[in-house]
């Protein structure tokens, strides 16, 4: 027949005991690792937006010694370090050219420009016909260019309400 023998152990041996397991290392297939590493890219495109306020002249007379002004704005944000250009078109009116635009009211034409300055001396065009354009380079934030207009004085057109349409164009 067996015998059975137990051990006492003391409760601070015991806790020695415990202690000394708690350290004790793992084996090593336990804390095996592998480790890798990958690579983050982004290709960030060039962009520009554009918006325009409407230009308004108000009331016009022709018995003004003075011609008519008003000012629009284009608003330009392109990506920083972007060289931008920006043009404008003769606008919708029959005839009309980048030099020499006309607002329409039914078959009626009251001619007016748009230049880049406030002296209004250079007229903002496409590049042709002695036009200029404007250009800049992208800050990352919103750019605002004044577009000066100007009716000239003296035009005894018929009465009405006159309108044209112009678009602004940024190559970039």
């Known amino acids: 027949m067996a015998v059975t023998r137990f051990f006492r152990l003391s409760p601070a041996r015991l806790l020695a005991a415990v202690a000394a397991l708690s350290v004790a290392p793992l084996s090593s297939a336990a804390a095996a690792t592998a480790t890798t ?27 003004n010694a003075t011609p008519t002004d008003a000012t629009s704005t284009i608003n330009v944000t392109c990506s920083n370090n972007q060289s931008y250009v920006m043009s404008l078109d003769p606008g919708v009116s029959t005839g009309a050219t980048v030099a020499a635009r ?9 001619s007016y420009g748009l230049y880049t300055t406030a002296a209004r001396s250079t007229v903002w065009g496409d590049g042709t016909l002695s036009t200029a354009t404007v250009g800049g380079t992208g800050n990352g934030a919103l750019q605002a260019y004044t577009v000066y207009g100007r009716v000239r004085a003296n035009q005894y057109v018929a009465a009405g309400s006159y309108t044209d349409t112009v678009t602004v164009t940024i190559t970039y």
Request: overall charge neutral; hydrophobic content about 45%; proline content about 0%.
């Open 102 to 110: 006309s607002m329409t009211s039914g078959s009626n034409l009251l």
């Open 37 to 63: 590493s990958f690579q983050v890219t982004a290709t960030v495109l060039a962009v520009c937006n554009i918006q325009a306020t409407n230009l308004a002249f108000g009331s016009y007379s022709a018995t």
